[in-house]
Nanobody, 116 residues
Framework: QVQLVESGGGLVQPGGSLRLSCAAS????????MGWYRQAPGKQRDMVAT???????DYADSVKGRFTISRDNGKNTVYLQMNSLKPEDTAVYYC??????????WGKGTLVTVSS
């Protein structure tokens, strides 16, 4: 089992920045991919960014050039640096992890609101 705890959400003005953090615990050595998804009101949950154990990065087209995913293996933490935020980035952001047996784990989510 893997447990994920997100932090760092909040209210930010358009054009501003936020950094989300996701701390993993439990059977962390089984994790081969971590990432961030988001879900806006009335919409489906979509992938934002992922990073594999080997360091491969993947981003949704809508955030390329604005968001950066990174990890600190020593802290078992994944980060999402979000710059040039837009109102359409408003959503609940969920941390996700997948283990070597392809089981998926979710955090409880953190709300990001981009508004003036």
């Amino acid at each position: 089992q893997v447990q994920l705890v997100e932090s760092g959400g909040g209210l930010v003005q358009p054009g501003g920045s936020l950094r989300l953090s996701c701390a993993a615990s439990g059977n962390i050595f089984s994790i081969n991919l971590m990432g961030w998804y988001r879900q806006a009101p009335g919409k489906q949950r979509d992938m934002v960014a992922t990073i594999t154990k080997g360091g491969r990065l993947d981003y949704a087209d809508s955030v390329k050039g604005r968001f950066t995913i990174s990890r600190d293996n020593g802290k078992n933490t994944v980060y999402l640096q979000m710059n040039s935020l837009k109102p359409e980035d408003t959503a609940v952001y969920y941390c996700y992890a997948r283990d070597r047996w392809l089981s998926g784990y979710w955090g409880k989510g953190t709300l990001v609101t981009v508004s003036s």
